[in-house]
């Protein structure tokens, strides 16, 4: 069974900094590539980030390059966001998910995941 729990959000000012985590289980997470999702209210979950299964390639959404960096932890099956410069447009719930080959992330689509954790709420006061 699938299970993806995320956590570290939280409320910052805009400038902030804030670490995400998501930790994975039941799935093949070594050899996965993972993503960062995100979903504002009344607006699509879209992609934020995401790393290849060994950590050599990362891709991130235009709105966020230079700002969040993305990493991971496969011994621990652990993944990261490290997010600087916080603005009042990151605040979103955020999610982790399994994204074959990044393919989704980089398609501005979301993947085929069916398992869906709760999310951690980022939220950035101006």
């Known amino acids: 069974q699938v299970q993806v729990v995320e956590s570290g959000g939280g409320l910052v000012q805009t400038g902030g900094s804030l670490r995400l985590s998501c930790t994975a289980s039941g799935l093949s997470f070594a050899v996965a590539s993972m993503g960062w999702f995100r979903q504002a209210p009344g607006k699509v979950r879209e992609g934020v980030s995401c790393?290849?299964?060994?950590?050599?390639?990362?891709f991130y959404a235009d709105s966020v390059k230079g700002r969040f960096t993305i990493s991971r932890d496969n011994a621990k099956k652990q993944l990261y966001l490290q997010m600087n410069s916080l603005k009042p447009e990151d605040t979103a719930m955020y999610y982790c998910?399994?994204?074959?080959?990044?393919?989704?992330?980089?398609?501005?689509?979301?993947?085929?995941?069916?398992?869906w954790g709760q999310g951690t709420q980022v939220t950035v006061s101006s």
């Open positions: 790393i290849a299964w060994n950590g050599g390639s990362a």
């Open positions: 998910a399994a994204d074959p080959g990044c393919s989704a992330s980089k398609g501005g689509g979301l993947p085929n995941f069916d398992d």
